[in-house]
């Protein structure tokens, strides 16, 4: 949970700083982004707070299948940073026209 307030943090600070003349690839670009960090920041706790070495332990020493299985834990607590993110793009872009 404190993880996903930290990224939601992060995106509505990329909302607010990044040049609306980038557009939809400007979007597209911060959410992949934040997304890659989000894994990554999953994949180095571990599984459920363990060693990584115990973690691969669990997924029969597959690195695809942990990472794998990371991606998809990110892929469903990832919606609030990607609205925080769209509103905060939404929000100045109304706002500038």
């Known amino acids: 949970m404190t993880l ?3 990224v939601t943090l992060l995106a509505l600070i990329a909302g607010f700083l990044l040049p609306l003349r980038w557009g939809v ?3 597209l670009l911060a ?10 920041v999953h994949t180095l706790q571990g599984f459920e707070g363990t060693s990584r070495d115990e973690s ?4 029969n020493g597959s690195v ?3 990472v794998g299985y990371n991606a998809q834990i ?3 607590a ?4 990607v609205i925080a ?5 939404i929000f100045r872009m109304q706002k500038r026209g």
């Open 31 to 40: 959410t992949i982004l934040l997304f890659l960090l989000q894994v990554g």
């Open 56 to 59: 691969l332990l669990l997924f």
């Open 85 to 89: 993110l769209a509103a905060m793009l």
């Open 25 to 27: 690839w400007g979007f």
């Open 64 to 66: 695809l299948a942990f």
């Open 4 to 6: 996903t307030m930290i």
């Open 78 to 81: 990832f919606m609030v940073p």
């Open 74 to 76: 990110t892929y469903r």
